[in-house]
């Protein structure tokens, strides 16, 4: 059984946002445009499954910029399954964690529950939504999203299990890095961080 996961390689993001469109195109369309006919209010107030910001490193003169994204973590343990009083949130046998929206009911303890804010109430399908690693997509043998439209190969996605994997080589490689582990939630988003500029 596949256990997916992502490797996202900050050196390699030039902050396009291609990913994020694709994201928005594929899951969540028909809210962007009802955001976009209900003005600029609306629109500033859209929620994204993926989202990138801008971050500076290093002191003067060796100054460098680097591109975050933050989208679901997958987690092995997620915290925001465990909390869900109606099994709305859930995982599949591959460790994709996924929202039933018939089940939701809006509690947010999900929400709350997130250590990475990967989750928000949409009000237009009323129910909380997320990034689902484009599960629909991978099941019929393609790639999220969000991998297939960067231009620059920033995003890899794969199983984690199969050592022939390009996120599984990668991974055993120790030069991608998993945020907030102290939570214990074993995330299955890696980070390959933006080398020091000089």
Not at 5 to 17: E, F, P, Q, S
Not at 71 to 100: F, R
Request: glycine residues 8%; charged residues 20%; positive net charge.
């Amino acid at each position: 059984m596949a256990r997916y996961g992502m490797v996202i390689d900050l050196n390699k993001c030039i902050g396009c946002g291609a990913c994020v469109m694709a994201c928005i195109a594929e899951n969540r369309r028909e809210q962007a445009l009802k955001a976009v006919s209900e003005g600029l209010k609306a629109l500033e107030n859209f929620k994204k499954r993926t989202y990138i910001t801008t971050h500076i490193a290093g002191t003067y003169p060796n100054v460098g910029m680097y591109y975050l994204h933050m989208i679901c973590q997958h987690c092995e343990n997620p915290p925001c399954v465990s909390v869900c009083p109606t099994g709305a949130s859930y995982q599949t046998k591959e460790g994709v964690v996924l929202v039933d929206k018939s089940k939701c009911i809006g509690c947010e303890y999900c929400v709350q529950a997130c250590p990475y804010g990967a989750r928000f109430w949409d009000s237009y399908i009323r129910s909380i939504d997320k990034c689902t690693f484009c599960i629909h997509r991978v099941s019929a043998g393609e790639l999220p999203a969000c991998v297939s439209t960067c231009p620059t190969g920033a995003r890899m996605f794969g199983d984690l299990d199969n050592p022939a994997s390009e996120v599984s080589r990668v991974v055993a490689t120790g030069s991608a890095v998993a945020f907030k582990k102290e939570e214990g939630t074993k995330p299955k988003v890696f980070y390959v961080l933006p080398m020091r500029r000089r």
